[in-house]
């Protein structure tokens, strides 16, 4: 106990001054997400506590970050869609893939995974995180210029007709499930036809505008009906945020310019009663469990977005984990992965029964608390009851907040989240990949396909084939790498080992030796197969010399037996020597020793291997020459 209150002033200026950075970013994630601004502050206050408290990252401050914040708009704006546009009727399931996430961080993190997350290739990563960057820059420019489609009149007009549509669909997907569907009840169709209302076709002509705009795509599809009806007003504000953020910057960097523009800005839309549109109301007291997620469970509701779940546990991990080993390397310590692991899941978790949204460690936010005098899990805590303080205080004044002003904000995270030391890294990385006559970075190719798959398709399923793509290069690399140093590829590579120079010269014709270095696996098996290519016609006996080769796989093992088999339907003598345990396991269990290869052919060094072959392998040069003069004789 007295460990952790020793260094309690630094905490509580550090944990005061990484709350402050977090508030603007918190509301502006929020908003973001679709959620509003209490579900960005509730994840702040949750993740913050809970996961100082029980990480293993004692300087850490947790909370909703830019990636968690973009992949949880995907789980938002999915499961809205399917409960009719209603945020409402959606949240306990949207609650429940967040809980689901945090629940499998837990797991992780009690399994021991966290020790393996640094061996997800950087190139992934770094597509990833420009293309949240690039997703949340576009995703904003629709609100910093004051344009909102579900209330442009003209452009849900267009969806009134597919509004209809589903709507019926629905009436007629309710009775086939009811059993009614039949030609006797077709009045009840009618009926419950006759009651669909205007509002209720507009109110779902809006979900679907609102849903045809979302995204980069959609964002860009609208973008000149934004640009044809600007908000002036609005984009002041947005841009006068930026300006501040930025500005601010070469002022001084100890007061955050976020929280300056925040502040400043809001001041004055407020003070002039200015006609500006303001966030969604801050529910004000304690947040409250939302205890719905359990009462009105459905596994369907919820099946579709587990592996979505299991992308926010890894991304919040990955994320977590490199601010760690940045707080590692800023005060000399140690981090603990894995309990590190099993904290953000615990924050997530209980952030997610109270409706926030997840979140991470924030590398700067982190760094604040460091700078500020934070060394213990204190400081975290602090930071969260801070933000719990102000939640309770000044709930109904950050409602007054510009939407524009939050908007603004995360321009400025956007541009900052891009990996822009992987960017400028393009033009000189090697071209180690060849397609045709094409040459290209294997690197840069992952890099651009994570980054584009993920800003116009779906972050999840960029992740998984960036990280496909990053493995089967990887194999291939390693593959021809193996091959190239085992010397399985070419004859010509061929070269002797020093206790080869006493081989007896008259046999060198004869006998074939061939060296096997590093592993003979599934990604080099393809040049092994070609070994009968590299042995001269007037060989008999082939040596494999295995000294080096410590491991071999299944692909390695069935692909040395159908060489062996070819070899010996050649009727040449194959001989082993130095075969090492893992590689002989494999072999007896498939009995090429000693169906094929009998123990009197393995030798556990050369000279024994030399003194079989002295005895056993006539030079055919000297019996032909031989049987030549005695005819002439």
């Known amino acids: 106990m007295k460990h952790i209150f020793s260094n309690l002033k630094g905490d509580l200026f550090g944990g005061i001054t990484a709350g402050i950075v977090a508030l603007p970013l918190a509301l502006a994630f929020g908003v973001s997400s679709g959620m509003g601004p209490s579900a960005g502050l509730y994840g702040a206050i949750f993740i913050s506590f809970f996961a100082a408290l029980f990480g293993g990252t004692n300087t850490q401050i947790s909370g909703p970050t830019a990636p968690m914040t973009a992949v949880s708009m995907v789980v938002i704006s999915g499961i809205v869609a399917l409960n009719d546009g209603s945020l409402e009727k959606a949240l306990p399931a949207i609650l429940l893939v967040f809980l689901l996430a945090g629940c499998m961080q837990i797991v992780l993190g009690l399994i021991g995974v966290g020790k393996y997350i640094r061996y997800i290739p950087y190139p992934v990563v770094s597509g990833f995180m420009t293309a949240i960057g690039v997703i949340i820059l576009v995703t904003q420019l629709l609100p910093s210029v004051g344009y909102y489609p579900k209330e442009d009149v003209a452009f849900v007009e267009n969806f009134k007709p597919q509004a209809e549509e589903l709507i019926l669909s629905s009436i007629l997907s309710e009775e086939r499930g009811e059993g009614i569907l039949v030609l006797d009840n077709i009045q009840e169709t009618v009926r419950r036809a006759h009651e ?119 991304l919040g991990a990955i994320d977590s984990l490199l601010t760690s080993v940045v707080a590692d390397n800023m005060t000399k310590t140690k981090h603990q992965p894995n309990k590190e692991l099993i904290g953000q899941g615990v924050g997530n978790s209980i952030a997610a029964i109270f409706g926030g949204l997840p979140g991470a460690g924030a590398t700067i936010r982190t760094v604040v608390n460091i700078n500020a005098g934070g060394k213990t899990k204190l400081s975290g805590m602090f930071a969260g009851v801070l933000l719990l303080l102000i939640l309770l205080a000044l709930g109904p004044i950050a409602s007054q907040i510009p939407a524009a002003v939050l908007a603004g904000i995360l321009v400025t995270v956007g541009i900052g989240v891009m990996d822009y ?90 006998v074939f030796i061939k060296h096997l270095k590093g592993p003979l696996f599934f990604g080099s098996t393809s040049e092994f197969l070609n070994l009968s290519k590299q042995i001269p016609k007037n060989a008999s006996t082939v040596i494999i010399r295995m000294g080096r080769m410590q491991y071999m796989d299944q692909s390695g093992l069935y692909t040395l037996e159908d060489v062996l088999i070819d070899l010996k339907k050649e009727n040449i003598n194959i001989l082993f020597v130095n075969v090492l345990k893992q590689p002989r396991y494999m072999m007896e269990r498939v009995n090429i020793i000693p169906h094929l290869i009998p123990e009197k052919h393995i030798f556990t060094n050369f000279t024994a291997c030399i003194l079989w072959v002295k005895n056993n392998v006539k030079n055919q040069s000297e019996i032909s020459s031989s049987s030549k003069n005695s005819k002439i004789i």
């Open 196 to 314: 669909v209302t205007d509002e209720s076709i507009l109110k779902e002509a809006k979900t679907l505008a609102n849903s045809d705009a979302s995204g980069v795509f959609g964002t860009i599809k609208v973008l000149p009906r934004a640009l044809q009806n600007i908000n002036w007003l609005e984009l002041m504000l947005a841009l006068s945020t930026i300006l501040i953020i930025y500005g601010f910057k070469k002022i001084t960097k100890t007061i955050p310019s976020a929280l300056v523009a925040l502040i400043v800005v809001s001041s004055v839309a407020y003070g002039f009663n200015l006609d500006y549109r303001p966030i969604e109301q801050i529910p004000g007291g304690f947040p409250i469990p939302n205890l719905k997620m359990f009462t009105q469970f459905e596994l369907n509701s919820i099946t579709p977005y587990v592996f979505t779940a299991l992308t926010l546990a890894l």
């Open 421 to 510: 030391k992987g960017l400028k890294a393009i033009p000189f990385m090697p071209k180690d990949a060849k397609i045709g006559p094409f040459k290209f970075s294997s690197e840069v190719t992952i890099m651009l396909v994570v980054m584009v798959l993920s800003s116009v398709w779906n972050l999840v399923y960029a992740v998984g084939v960036g990280l496909i793509i990053a493995s089967l290069m990887f194999m291939k690399k390693m593959g021809d790498l193996t091959a190239e140093r085992s010397d399985v590829k070419s004859l010509e590579k061929e070269k002797g080992w020093a206790d080869e120079a006493n081989f007896p010269q008259n046999l060198k014709e004869e």
